[in-house]
């Protein structure tokens, strides 16, 4: 892919987004917006409204309220050259079995307004990213399960979108696919793209966004960076210390330090409580080997945004 | 337009891949009326042919008249048995269709009691059907004869002379009716079985050939690549349009192939090859209408292909595509004309009895309206499925 440069500027606002089938509210009042390089995810369990959300972000399906912005333009079912814009990945293989890798390609990009050359060495383009090249002319039922969800992906990047759009990607793939596809959004973002990546998996969340937006009921419970989003449930990083020697003394002298909230010791050594472990670290190790204690060992452990979930909603993400 | 076109190259580029088309589009509406034509060649005008016995123990004038009756029709022919029970055999055998046999004395007796004996081969019912109905006729003529002349003789005159009747015989056989009903409506304009059976089958089965358009719509919108295409820079009536001009290529071919090959293999007659080129057209809009409708009215692909098929297989057969619905009672006639392949039938029939273009155009007209109003019920359904 050739890489696009990297912009600040917002590819993609929405705000107040409302849809309900019948009784049913699946989204309410949901907004976000993404810049250009920026990975945004939208973290929440199946049923919180993610799919609906991303429906209407492209078009797919009609709002009851509510505004989509895409590079400043206004989006909905009806809009049809600014979808040109949009690269999306569903969560089901929706892929035509019965063509080949080349024809699938070759048959959205056409969709796309490609033709010519530029369909030919852009399709030639994405089956390299995708590393389907050697097996584009085979039938798609013949690819594995792996070689379908590249293609899957592939088919989202053709029109060169300035907003990518993954719903899911990784569910039911196998760990190797899996962490390939997770590559490939990590590339995705460095090239410039803004990705909007729905999922449920917390760790894929914490890996490859730079914001995540917590959803649940179909409401937008919350907004951040990981550390923005911990900071605002109150959660803390804890710092175990495995220590002998004289543990009373260094309990003193780490609880003195700025930046430490709490200490308290144990048979085996002590445990702190600080906003930002990884910066305090240094000062806790020095303070205990100055108190006259001798450190075995050391164990970080950051609140993760399933904890923040937890928090929000009363319920862990995989309820 | 672009995106029309991309989409029905698509669809057919699919359609073309799925062996089942082929089989359902050409292979077995061509094998059927194949098979038909042939198991019904010989019920056909000038084609029939049978072998039939005669057992003449008369050997009078009246009885010769009878035998020379027989020996005048060029789907006949004729050998003799010396007794009723050798003629007996000979049918038994299936070596005639049937056996005459007639009675010592039948001459003499024409003026009254007189009857010609049909035995009958029981493995050529059609055979034996005409034997009858010739002797029957025979009989008729005769009975007629002798009243036309006792009437014209008076009631004095009494029993005619066997040669007398013969000869009247004869000449009522060889003299031109001075009137006749001349029957020519589309009813009456005969179609070969080889034709009847390529159009039948032509008409049946295109209404199968083009029910996969709203089923690859459900299909589609099943596997998620509706979504995709939704989500492309295209209108939702883009997609339906493309799906709309690949169906309509797959039936036109098919039926356009049917009637080709029936015409060179079956020697099938289809007529005014423009008339043929209007139901043709208009036959596969009205299927695409029908199944249209009907499909949209499923919510899976499974669904909509048993809706589809079951709309075609009754209507077909009430459209009377394997049966003539006109030799039925009147009411399943009257009934027929709610189904577009009775209208098709209709025009397909008055072509091969020598219409022309002009002549079927009330049978095209009735056959768009289905289109029209079927497809239009049926473009409004589907286009939900790509409204969301």
Same mark, same amino acid.
């Given at each position: 892919m050739q890489p696009s440069p990297?912009?600040?500027?917002? @590819?993609?606002?929405?705000?107040?987004? %409302? %849809?309900?089938?019948?009784?049913?509210?699946?989204?309410?009042?949901? &907004?976000?917006?993404?810049?250009?390089?920026?990975?945004?995810g939208l973290?929440?369990?199946?049923?919180?409204?993610?799919?609906?959300?991303?429906?209407?972000?492209?078009?797919?399906?009609?709002?009851?309220? &509510?505004?989509?912005?895409?590079?400043?333009?206004?989006?909905?079912?009806?809009? @049809?050259?600014?979808?040109?814009? @949009?690269?999306?990945?569903?969560?089901?293989?929706?892929l035509y079995p019965d063509l080949t890798g080349l024809e699938n390609l070759r048959f959205f990009g056409k969709l796309y307004g490609l033709a010519g050359h530029e369909l030919e060495s852009r399709v030639d383009e994405v089956l390299e990213v995708i590393d389907l090249t050697e097996r584009a002319g085979d039938r798609v039922e013949h690819y594995s399960g792996g070689m379908q969800r590249r293609l899957n992906i592939g088919l989202g990047l053709l029109n060169r979108p300035s907003l990518l759009v993954l719903d899911e990607?990784?569910?039911?793939?196998?760990?190797?696919?899996?962490?390939? @596809?997770?590559?490939?959004?990590? %590339?995705?973002?460095?090239?410039?793209?803004?990705?909007?990546?729905?999922?449920?998996?917390?760790?894929?969340?914490?890996?490859?966004?730079? %914001?995540?937006?917590?959803?649940?009921?179909?409401?937008?419970?919350?907004?951040?960076?990981?550390?923005?989003?911990?900071a605002m449930v109150g959660e803390r990083d804890r710092v175990g210390l495995s220590a002998t020697g004289e543990l009373e003394a260094a309990e003193a002298a780490v609880r003195a330090l700025s930046g430490v909230d709490d200490v308290s010791r144990h048979e085996g050594g002590l445990d702190v409580v600080a906003r930002e472990a990884h910066r305090v670290l240094p000062a806790v190790l020095a303070a205990v080997a100055g108190a006259g204690g001798h450190v075995t060992s050391v164990e970080i452990a950051e609140p993760n945004l399933e904890a923040v979930f937890l928090h929000l909603t009363g319920r862990a993400l995989r309820e | 337009? $672009?995106?029309?076109?991309?989409?029905?190259?698509?669809?057919?580029?699919?359609?073309?891949?799925?062996? !089942? +088309?082929?089989?359902?589009?050409?292979?077995? *509406?061509?094998?059927?009326?194949?098979i038909f034509s042939l198991t019904l060649a010989n019920v056909e005008e000038g084609s029939f042919t049978a072998t039939y016995a005669v057992v003449n123990r008369d050997g009078g004038q009246v009885a010769g008249s009878f035998v020379r009756l027989l020996e005048?029709?060029?789907?006949?022919?004729?050998?003799?048995?010396?007794?009723?029970?050798?003629?007996?055999?000979?049918?038994?055998? #299936?070596?005639?269709?049937? +056996? /005459?046999?007639?009675?010592? #004395?039948?001459s003499a007796s024409a003026g009254g009691g007189g009857r010609i004996d049909v035995i009958t081969n029981p493995d050529s019912s059609i055979g034996g059907v005409v034997a009858r109905s010739l002797a029957t006729s025979f009989a008729s003529d005769l009975n007629a004869i002798q009243v036309s002349v006792a009437v014209a003789l008076g009631d004095h005159a009494g029993t005619p002379d066997p040669a007398e009747l013969a000869a009247l015989v004869e000449r009522a056989r060889t003299t031109a009716p001075t009137a006749t009903l001349q029957q020519d409506t589309a009813e009456s304009r005969l179609f070969s079985s080889t034709t009847f059976y390529a159009a039948g089958m032509a008409v049946f089965f295109v209404f199968f050939t083009v029910e996969f358009g709203v089923r690859s719509l459900l299909a589609e919108r099943e596997s998620g690549t509706l979504? $995709?295409?939704?989500?492309?820079?295209?209108?939702?009536?883009?997609?339906?349009?493309?799906?709309?001009?690949?169906?309509?290529?797959v039936g036109l071919v098919s039926m356009t192939a049917l009637v080709v090959a029936s015409t060179l293999l079956l020697g099938a007659d289809w007529g005014d090859p423009v008339g043929v080129a209007l139901l043709v057209v208009s036959g596969v809009l009205a299927a695409m209408g029908l199944t249209a409708l009907v499909s949209s009215l499923a919510k899976t692909p499974a669904q909509a292909g048993g809706y589809a !098929?079951?709309?075609?297989?009754?209507?077909?057969?009430?459209?009377?595509?394997?049966?003539?619905?006109?030799?039925? *009672?009147?009411?399943?006639?009257?009934?027929?004309?709610?189904?577009?392949?009775?209208?098709?039938?209709?025009? /397909?029939?008055?072509?091969?009895? =020598?219409?022309?273009?002009?002549?079927?155009? *009330? !049978?095209? =007209?009735?056959?768009?309206?289905? +289109?029209?109003?079927?497809?239009?019920?049926?473009?409004?359904?589907?286009?939900?499925?790509?409204? $969301?």
């Open positions: 990297r912009r600040s500027e917002t @590819i993609l606002a929405c705000e107040g987004l %409302r %849809r309900s089938f019948g009784d049913l509210v699946a989204v309410d009042g949901v &907004g976000f917006h993404i810049a250009a390089g920026e990975t945004y973290l929440g369990p199946n049923g919180a409204g993610k799919t609906t959300t991303i429906s209407m972000v492209c078009g797919l399906l009609a709002r009851d309220a &509510g505004e989509v912005l895409l590079e400043g333009r206004p989006l909905d079912t009806r809009t @049809i050259a600014v979808k040109a814009s @949009i690269g999306y990945v569903p969560q089901e293989l929706a990607p990784t569910v039911g793939v196998d760990p190797q696919s899996r962490n390939a @596809i997770l590559s490939s959004v990590e %590339r995705f973002r460095e090239q410039g793209l803004a990705v909007l990546y729905t999922t449920h998996y917390m760790e894929e969340a914490e890996r490859l966004c730079d %914001r995540v937006g917590i959803i649940d009921h179909g409401r937008l419970r919350a907004e951040g960076t990981r550390r923005e989003l911990v | 337009m $672009r995106g029309i076109l991309t989409v029905a190259a698509k669809d057919l580029r699919q359609r073309m891949r799925d062996r !089942s +088309a082929y089989v359902i589009a050409f292979l077995v *509406p061509f094998g059927l009326a194949l005048g029709l060029d789907f006949v022919k004729l050998r003799t048995a010396p007794t009723a029970a050798a003629a007996e055999r000979l049918a038994d055998d #299936g070596d005639v269709s049937a +056996a /005459f046999v007639i009675p010592a #004395g039948f979504a $995709r295409l939704l989500v492309a820079p295209i209108r939702p009536g883009a997609i339906l349009a493309g799906k709309s001009i690949a169906t309509f290529v !098929s079951t709309a075609a297989v009754v209507l077909g057969l009430l459209g009377g595509t394997f049966f003539p619905v006109s030799q039925g *009672p009147a009411f399943l006639a009257n009934l027929s004309l709610i189904a577009p392949q009775a209208w098709l039938m209709r025009g /397909f029939q008055e072509l091969a009895g =020598g219409g022309t273009a002009a002549e079927i155009l *009330p !049978s095209v =007209g009735a056959v768009l309206a289905f +289109a029209v109003v079927l497809g239009g019920l049926g473009a409004v359904r589907a286009g939900r499925l790509t409204a $969301r």
